[in-house]
């Protein structure tokens, strides 16, 4: 079945460490987002990326760091930079071109800072 | 900028009741417009869509229409379950050429049996 995995579903990080957080699909789409989510706030923006080796900051990019090096893969790290990393954060993909079609997302993974 | 905006919650309701969830929303251009639904822990799922002016999306029992006048997507259904309670999403495709996805802040529904 195609899809978006998301892993690991619940990370922890310490003080000062950088985490990655991995995001595949199958979809064969070539656009993927990165968002955080944080209670009453909805789906903020990180970064998204419309095809391979390209990506655009979105609306909180600082302390965060993404790649393109497959069309499958857009992998999230969250550096020691960003201090309040503790969210959920979700990845989606879809059709670039296309404003009608929808986006689909993962599971998305739970970051603490412990 | 593009932007949604929808009702706070949380919405309380019983089981079997009518519910609305207000959205209206701000884009240049035609964007098309979706609700999505979050189960706890997971990710967001597609509840339905509109693509154009007048278009009424439905699945679920759960339906919206794109009123373009009014720059609204309200979401309704005329008899909720306790297995409706969920969080749910009001987003927009972006215009100009990007269709990056915007979403409201979220609706957390309740329903009590």
């Known amino acids: 079945d195609g899809g978006i995995t998301q892993s690991p579903k619940y990370l922890f990080r310490k003080e000062g460490q950088n985490v990655t957080l991995s995001c595949e699909q199958n979809l064969n789409h070539d656009a993927m987002y990165w968002y955080r989510q944080d209670p009453g706030q909805g789906l903020r923006l990180i970064y998204y990326?419309?095809?391979?080796?390209?990506?655009q900051k979105g609306d909180i990019a600082e302390g965060y760091s993404v790649s393109r090096e497959k069309k499958e893969s857009f992998p999230l790290t969250v550096t020691s930079a960003q201090k309040n990393p503790t969210a959920f954060y979700l990845c989606?993909?879809?059709?670039?071109?296309?404003?009608?079609?929808?986006?689909?997302f993962g599971q998305g993974t739970r970051l603490t800072v412990v | 900028g593009d932007s949604v905006t929808q009702m706070e919650g949380p919405v309380t309701l019983s089981e079997e009741a009518f519910l609305t969830i207000n959205c209206t929303y701000t884009a240049t251009g035609y964007p098309s417009l979706f609700w999505y639904v979050q189960y706890p822990g997971e990710g967001l799922q597609l509840l339905l869509k509109?693509?154009?002016?007048?278009d009424k999306g439905s699945n679920k029992g759960f339906e919206a229409t794109y009123r373009k006048e009014t720059t609204s997507f309200h979401l309704e259904k005329g008899s909720v379950q306790v297995s409706d309670s969920a969080v749910y999403f009001c987003a927009l495709s972006g215009s100009g050429g990007s269709y990056i996805p915007t979403f409201g802040r979220g609706t957390s529904l309740i329903v009590h049996p």
């Open positions: 989606a993909s879809r059709i670039p071109t296309q404003g009608s079609t929808e986006a689909f």
């Open positions: 990326s419309q095809i391979v080796n390209d990506f």
């Open positions: 509109a693509t154009k002016a007048d």
